[in-house]
């Protein structure tokens, strides 16, 4: 089958790859589509060492499950973290944080930029009929999106700046607008600006960002510049949320990080059920996001074209051949 | 008068100091004792350009008090931070942030290590008469500890972990140790693991620390080096508190902090009231941790002394001629 493969540093398409197999309580899906995130095109730059077929966004078809045939035909979409289901974590609701788990696209296991990947049936959740393809393929970001209200309460009262404006951080910006919360968003970039402005979220360039102001700043550049930007706007006794994975150290004033007692949260993955629930609403609008569509043939000049300054969503089409080619 | 002086990172004693003047508002304390904390040593070394009297630990008399007449005679202890009173950080009930603020002994406010200090009467804090000098002068390091519990919920059955038996560790765990949490404390000199034996204190070496156990992580050892075993003990989806004050940046890896979901949170001073009333109920028990009494004149012994590895509280006997000399 036609995949894009990761192999020190190097994405090459490949079209002798086998269909893979799936194991008991999996199911084998035919890609729909798959977008690229900032997470790819660090795993390209060697963030972290992974060899195998990239990608984990996507929207897909069950095409085979041995123990769950009515479930063929369903269209999902997959939670990414494959988690062994019996350790300490597991046992405890901490799945995402399984020691043994792999990921899909990201660690030990095949991803979604290829025509069919596999995942056991419990990490695969149905999409409502009303969802295109073009709308469930953004669940998995939005999850991770909302991850941070997972994590931290953020009222209708705080004032929150949201650092970076790229594909995730204009997610971010659309859930935390439906908190009521004071919110605005540093943009670079033209294109950035313009949907904000379009969904009525307030922006301001770096230049004029205000000093020690927010309650909650969110680091969502995809780049260590991001963190000292959100150190200076951060209120003393604030929260910096983290949602930025890239490769390397940052070299931090810990004791400043005390005297202001300044709170970083880490943040990932999130709830997929809650974020299909937020597009089936029509309560998230991410299709404006869709920059084009490549089919995997074209995946090295997909993550060119992602690559770009100010691009948001790139696709890939998968097996799939229901999408219009760029 | 009498005072250790800070400036360009030398230390020295002197005697030809002015008695400083109250100013409306405020009060003149006769200095009974003062203690010499991590800070204090950092200072020294240069963490902050504090140019003044140093010292921010102490019980002292009130022997002026032009607006507060009946107040002379009282044993008190006070809050370090002279906030402006006026800004929003102030009228919003962060009066410890106000960037205005003066800090006793550490910016712009002549500190505790003399005979004599001056300080607002709203920051002074009656001392129960029950309470013993000795007990009393670890008000404001007990505040800070409580700080802890001011920011993050720790609950009955958190697995807690501190790293740091010093002077600072040692108040944390007794606070801890109320909450009937699972308490462990990384000790690493005799003499910090028979005090905390002596109180029922689980300790451990740092050779011994279990991996990604931990709830929460109390870094206390007032050094770059207890992050990375803070790093190494804490459980994914954990938090790692931070209370050491020290010179320079830290490299950190950000992206395993995403991936992990680890929150950090800097925490600095505490409340001197529930610090108060913890001591007078004998709750928490300082006076074991006191190491020696030396005289302003001995000052620079006494730091020598505080330098040492595994030395708990140096006290300086300011004003006062009461307390035994070593």
């Known amino acids: 089958m036609q995949a894009?493969?990761?192999?020190?540093?190097?994405?090459?398409?490949?079209?002798?790859?086998?269909?893979?197999?799936?194991a008991v309580e999996e199911a084998l899906i035919k890609v729909r589509l798959a977008g690229i995130c900032a997470t790819d095109l660090?795993?390209?730059?060697?963030?972290?060492?992974?060899?195998?077929?990239?990608?984990?966004?996507?929207?897909?078809?069950?095409?085979?499950a041995p123990t769950a045939p009515t479930r063929i035909g369903q269209r999902v979409v997959g939670e990414i973290?494959?988690?062994?289901?019996?350790?300490d974590w597991c046992l405890s609701g901490y799945a995402k944080h399984c020691q043994q788990?792999?990921?899909?696209?990201?660690?030990n296991q095949a991803g979604a930029f290829a025509e069919y990947l596999c995942l056991p049936l419990k990490n695969l959740l149905p999409v409502p009929i009303s969802l295109p393809d073009e709308a469930a393929v953004f669940t998995e970001p939005l999850a991770a999106a909302l991850a941070i209200q997972e994590q931290i309460h953020i009222s209708p009262s705080h004032q929150v700046l949201i650092?970076?404006?790229?594909?995730?951080?204009?997610?971010?910006?659309?859930?935390?607008?439906?908190?009521?919360?004071?919110?605005?968003?540093?943009?670079?970039?033209?294109?950035?600006?313009?949907?904000l402005s379009h969904q009525q979220i307030n922006w301001?360039?770096?230049?004029?960002?205000?000093?020690?102001t927010f309650d909650i700043v969110i680091e969502a550049t995809g780049s260590a510049s991001g963190f000292s930007l959100a150190r200076q706007a951060i209120r003393p006794g604030g929260t910096i949320v983290l949602k930025s994975t890239y490769h390397g150290d940052m070299a931090i004033n810990f004791s400043s990080l005390v005297v202001d007692e300044i709170q970083l949260v880490g943040s990932r993955c999130g709830p997929l059920v809650s974020a299909l629930r937020l597009l089936e609403k029509q309560l998230i609008t991410p299709m404006p996001l869709i920059d084009g569509y490549f089919s995997l043939q074209e995946g090295l000049r997909a993550f060119e074209r992602a690559n770009q300054a100010g691009v948001f969503k790139v696709l890939l089409t998968g097996g799939s051949d229901n999408f219009m080619q760029r």
Chains 1, 2 share one sequence.
């Open 4 to 22: 894009l493969w990761l192999e020190n540093n190097q994405l090459s398409y490949r079209d002798d790859l086998p269909r893979p197999t799936p």
């Open 42 to 64: 660090e795993l390209v730059k060697g963030y972290y060492p992974y060899t195998g077929i990239l990608g984990h966004e996507f929207v897909g078809e069950i095409v085979q």
């Open 81 to 87: 973290n494959v988690a062994c289901g019996q350790c």
């Open 101 to 107: 788990r792999r990921v899909l696209g990201i660690r």
């Open 163 to 195: 650092i970076g404006a790229g594909r995730l951080g204009q997610l971010i910006a659309q859930t935390l607008r439906l908190t009521g919360c004071y919110l605005w968003v540093v943009a670079r970039h033209e294109q950035q600006q313009q949907l």
């Open 204 to 212: 301001l360039n770096e230049l004029t960002i205000p000093q020690q």
